[in-house]
């Protein structure tokens, strides 16, 4: 049984001309290619989100040295480049797809570069990857209403289900933004993990609703890379993001205060209305 802090990999593209905004958060093939070499020679088994979230609520074993490997949004790279990279070292992945971004029948426009097809989807579910929720058409989902959050969540959920054969398990919050009244849709629409942001080791303490992980960018080194992995320096390899992280959940707080400031000042302006008219009546 291991339940000490295991890195939990966030990747996004791979590609080797990403489009200009998927190039930050985008990964060279061999680049990654490298890196999962670099997994293979240190010891470290891959498991999956549901693996992981299952070992720790039930007190299973998990493998000596885990490691997830995981990919955001679903680009169409983590099917050409990934996963030949994968399969040489017997890994495995989990893949969080936004399904209104997928080319296909269900396809809502607004993704970033080009996306994965269902069937290739299906292809890397056939190869053992996990296929996760990450949202329709990936908005930030702690802005959102109460309608539109469900939706979005909800209708992710039913799609995967519909094209894959079976429920997905895992979720990953566009962005990393979270907050209680989305983890609470997440865990009511049936996915048992979600995943943040953090830029910090996974815990069990942290809750099956809002594991974090570290980012992997095409900045990053080998070097820095296998730091990350260790679980060494990764306070001073963040520490830029998270004082931009501080700072903007400030401004994402003032926005949620004005919106319920409005959303009530609403409420009580219908209220007058109504009493004013059946004082009329």
């Not at 949004?73 to 936004?98: I, K, M, N």
């Not at 990764?234 to 501080?246: C, E, M, N």
């Not at 009530?264 to 109504?274: P, Y």
Request: aromatic share 8%; charged share 20%.
């Amino acid at each position: 049984m291991s339940g000490g802090p295991v890195p939990i990999l966030m990747y996004h593209a791979v590609a080797q001309a990403p489009a200009r905004a998927a190039y930050g958060l985008s990964v060279a093939p061999a680049a990654f290619a490298e890196q999962m070499r670099l997994l293979a020679g240190h010891g470290f088994t891959p498991v999956t989100a549901g693996q992981l979230a299952a070992a720790w609520r039930g007190g299973g074993r998990l493998p000596p040295r885990p490691v997830l490997i995981t990919f955001d949004d679903g680009y169409e790279g983590v099917h050409r480049y990934a996963l030949p990279a994968l399969a040489e070292h017997g890994f495995t992945a989990t893949v969080f797809a936004s399904t209104g971004w997928l080319r296909g029948a269900h396809d809502a426009g607004g993704a970033l570069d080009l996306m994965l097809s269902w069937d290739q989807l299906r292809e890397l579910a056939a190869a053992g990857f996990e296929i996760g929720g990450h949202s329709h058409t990936h908005p930030q989902l702690d802005q959102l209403g109460d309608e539109r959050l469900w939706f979005e969540v909800g209708h992710c959920r039913d799609l995967l289900a519909e094209e894959l054969g079976h429920p997905p398990v895992s979720f990953a919050y566009p962005y990393g933004y979270s907050s209680r009244r989305v983890r609470d849709t997440v865990r009511a629409a049936g996915f048992t993990v979600s995943l943040a942001v953090g830029n910090a080791l996974a815990a069990r303490r942290q809750g099956p609703y809002a594991l974090e992980r570290v980012t992997v960018r095409r900045s990053t080194g080998i070097e820095e890379f296998e730091r990350l992995v260790e679980g060494r320096d990764i306070g001073r390899i963040f520490a830029r993001d998270r004082v931009l992280t501080k700072g903007y959940a400030v401004v994402r707080r003032s926005r949620g205060l004005v919106r319920s400031s409005l959303v009530r000042s609403s409420l009580i302006g219908n209220s007058g209305t109504r009493k004013a008219i059946e004082a009329r009546v």
